[in-house]
T-cell receptor
Framework: NAGVTQTPKFRILKIGQSMTLQCAQD?????MYWYRQDPGMGLKLIYY???????DKGEVPNGYNVSRSTTEDFPLRLELAAPSQTSVYFC????????????FGEGSWLTVV | DAKTTQPTSMDCAEGRAANLPCNHS???????VYWYRQIHSQGPQYIIH???NNETNEMASLIITEDRKSSTLILPHATLRDTAVYYC?????????????FGSGTRLLVRP
């Protein structure tokens, strides 16, 4: 198993540009999550999904969109990049039911200039 | 809002036990407590989790109070490599879905 794979690892965007952060997991996990982490701060939940076709907002969803067309993939879309979206983005996945471990990707570093 | 409260920072001497507290006073009966740590800006790493009973694995021990309103992560013999931010997480169940809300974590510094 590759676990949770995020691409790209690093990206610089200009203000107003759009891009998609990719997240894929090969563990057949139903639940997937996107977090952002600003320098020196904790992780904030952006969006999450409990299965294909089902997504919901987390703590800080503004400026982002997600889709979940397959169990494996959970892309995060930034439509009009702003400097406030400069952050490290982490994707995570887990199985339904309590007690199951949450697996994280290695992160995607995004800078908006 | 995060459902856990942790001290901002702690330190301990290398080779000594590190005891990291976490308050989760609003925890529900079927919610687990998870501990993760993050070294530099790597992805968070799983440490341990528990429901009611104390748990131990090769990395750490988790002590949960009888009323489940708080817990303590114990690193029995801290090393310099244990310097990291430690997150206590309550697995939140709302409408049959599971949000995972992080707090700010505790920055642990292990001193030589």
């Amino acid at each position: 198993n590759a676990g949770v794979t995020q691409t790209p690892k690093f990206r610089i965007l200009k203000i107003g540009q759009s891009m998609t952060l990719q997240c894929a997991q090969d563990m057949n996990h139903n639940y997937m999550y996107w977090y952002r982490q600003d320098p020196g701060m904790g992780l904030k939940l952006i969006y999450y999904s409990v299965g294909a076709g089902i997504t919901d907002k987390g703590e800080v969803p503004n400026g982002y969109n997600v889709s979940r067309s397959t169990t494996e993939d959970f892309p995060l879309r930034l439509e009009l990049a702003a400097p406030s979206q400069t952050s490290v983005y982490f994707c995570a996945s887990t199985r339904p039911g309590v007690g199951n471990t949450i697996y994280f990707g290695e992160g995607s570093w995004l800078t908006v200039v | 809002d995060a459902k856990t409260t942790q001290p901002t920072s702690m330190d301990c001497a290398e080779g000594r036990a590190a005891n990291l507290p976490c308050n989760h006073s609003t925890i529900s009966g079927n919610e687990y407590v998870y501990w993760y740590r993050q070294i530099h800006s790597q992805g968070p790493q799983y440490i341990i989790h528990g429901l009611k009973n104390n748990e131990t694995n090769e990395m750490a021990s988790l002590i949960i109070t009888e009323d489940r309103k708080s817990s303590t992560l114990i690193l029995p013999h801290a090393t310099l490599r244990d310097t990291a931010v430690y997150y206590c997480i309550v697995r939140v169940a709302e409408d049959s879905s599971y949000k995972l809300i992080f707090g700010s974590g505790t920055r642990l510094l292990v001193r030589p």
